[in-house]
């Protein structure tokens, strides 16, 4: 098979923004530049863009158009879910719940809340990272103000029981946060179904701009600013609306949720072939995360005896992109703190390769990564002294 040059398969990370949604947004740099909070018609004109932009993304979760806060992006959004509802919620109590596994702007959130005087919950979750609801059930205490659950989890892809969380976040009168940041345009989200408070989204996850998310909010959720200033998205963060970010954003939001279904299919379909062929064909491997409650795009293993950085460098000089974990923790040489929370030993952690994948990717890529990756982990393996080792106890 002739190499290719270019296998993009870390989605995760971020993706192309379509052609289409750089299209929105031309005008908005350029003849429609006006600051919407200015009285004249040629800025309230902008204004009118930004109520149209919040409708169509509050039809994509069942929310009302007045519960979608314009944020940067999935980072901010989780620090305001966070910092806003402890100190909006302090008097009720200063207790909070999240998991071991969680994203670091959730988590190092939840740190900086703790040196303030309130007290985190992390919860365990099983082996593949699906969130124990008999423990989240144990943690609630009187003093419990927010539940904070990732939709789906940004390394490991597996989706967590949202419902039930959301459930029993109700029926104890406790705020309940979703990071839905890799969730969102993935698979299909009702925050009235799900009984979700506040859910945060990024653009640029769902070929979107970089820069640009949103924050739902619900109705009668009281929660204060988190940047102050002027009495932009309704006195709640104040700054000059991005409006070209936010066209961008509408319009991939618009279009990943028309075209969810059909791409989901697409992308189940090449997961799982990739899946099915590593599994076989590479001895000593794991697959992170569940089988089937995984986002539809998400590839994530373990090679025993292998460097997980090695195989990345050798996959990158073939064409192929792929990560190790999380892109807001490359470079660091500590193994991931979602594999450590399933229960994994470091050295099998280090060893880890996320594939992520797209609509554009197609199942002759699948095949072409295979058969690298199995090359490559052989070839690693020859090279370590625990691999011989570990060759010569088993022969024995």
Known sequence: MQDRQFIYLDHAATTATRPEVVDAMLPYFTENFGNPSSVYTFSQKNKAVITRCRETIADTLS???????????????????LKAAAESYASKGKHIITTKIEHHAILHTAQYLE?????????????????????????????????????????????????????????????????????????????????IDMLSASGHKINGPKGIGFMYIRTGIQIGSFIHGGGQERSRRAGTENVPGIVGLAKACEIANQTMEERAKKEIAMRD???????????????????????????????????????LIMLDMVGICASSGSACTSGSIDPSHVLLAIGLPSEVAHGSLRLTLGEENTMEEMDYVADHIKEMVEKLRTMSPLYEDFVKTHEE
Not at 288 to 303: A, W, Y
């Open 273 to 311: 072939h990739l899946i099915d062929r590593i599994l076989q064909e590479v001895p000593y491997v794991r697959l992170n995360g569940h089988r089937t409650k995984r986002l539809p795009n998400n590839v994530n293993f373990c090679f025993q005896f292998v460097q997980g950085e090695s195989l």
């Open 115 to 195: 040196k303030q005087g309130y007290e985190v919950t992390y919860l365990d979750v099983d082996e593949n990272g699906i969130v124990k609801i008999d423990e989240l059930k144990k943690a609630i205490r009187p003093d419990t103000i927010l539940i904070s659950v990732m939709f789906a989890n940004n390394e490991i892809g597996s989706i967590e029981p949202i419902r039930e969380i959301g459930r029993i976040a109700k029926e104890h009168e406790i705020l309940f946060h979703t990071d839905a940041v890799q969730a969102y345009g993935q698979i299909p989200i009702d925050v009235n179904e799900y009984q």
């Open 63 to 81: 929310a009302k158009s007045n519960e979608i806060y314009f944020t940067a992006g999935g980072s901010e959004s989780d620090n305001w879910a």
